[in-house]
């Protein structure tokens, strides 16, 4: 029996090649992709980023920017110039313990400021928690915005079904942790990153 097995495989060997070889390939990868997760430490940082509220009616009427100053969150509004549309912004934390994403809720004024001037507000949700504005966290972590194929599949594929989403995730080295929004903003503009929660509380 040895002799026939062998015999079949040196007769066979470029079958044999073209089969085991994807085989090969899919579990080099696999296992690529699983080893971050096992040497790679979880995100110990919450994110504070933002991202594109739904177009609504009526237009805005003001536009919000958010900065860190000394530690602390602001949004600075403006009157929206006539005949512009500006577009309004939602808060999120992403949490590292929970692995989780929250709408941060802020109150912008009841009326907007007049033309060419600017109210600044400290997000009251967020006071007391220092953020840091850097792009990549102390623990090596960064958001990342990717575009990626998605539809009805290999079908809807050949038919043109298929569209470009976005998505958001925290990186590093290899490990990939995602963020995952309400399905209101999943197709909207890409998340963009405002700082990162060093600590609970300020000294």
Do not use: C
């Not at 110990?44 to 000394?70: A, C, I, S, W």
């Not at 060419?116 to 792009?135: F, K, N, P, Y």
Request: no cysteine; charged share 20%; aromatic share 10%.
């Amino acid at each position: 029996m040895a002799g026939k097995d062998g015999g079949f495989l040196r007769n066979n060997a470029f079958l044999v090649a073209a089969v085991s070889l994807p085989i090969v390939v899919v579990a080099f990868f696999l296992l690529a992709s699983a080893i971050p997760r096992w040497t790679v430490p979880p995100p110990q940082h919450d994110l504070v980023f933002r991202v594109g509220k739904p177009y609504n009616q009526p237009p805005p009427q003001m536009t919000t920017e958010f900065t860190v100053r000394d530690g602390q969150l602001e949004a600075t509004v403006r009157r929206v110039q006539p005949n512009n549309y500006a577009q309004p912004w939602s808060l999120f934390v992403f949490e590292h313990q929970t692995l989780t994403a929250k709408e941060v809720p802020f109150t912008l004024p009841s009326t907007a400021p007049a033309e060419g001037e600017s109210q600044t507000l400290v997000v009251d949700a967020l006071a007391g928690r220092r953020i840091v504005a850097e792009a990549k966290a102390p623990d090596g972590y960064e958001l990342r915005n990717d575009s990626y194929r998605g539809g009805p599949g290999l079908v809807g594929d050949l038919f043109g079904m298929r569209r470009y989403d976005t998505a958001a995730a925290l990186v590093n080295n290899g490990r990939v942790v995602p963020i995952k929004l309400p399905s209101e903003y999943q197709y909207y503009l890409p998340v963009t990153a405002i700082g990162w929660l060093t600590d609970s509380r300020q000294p």
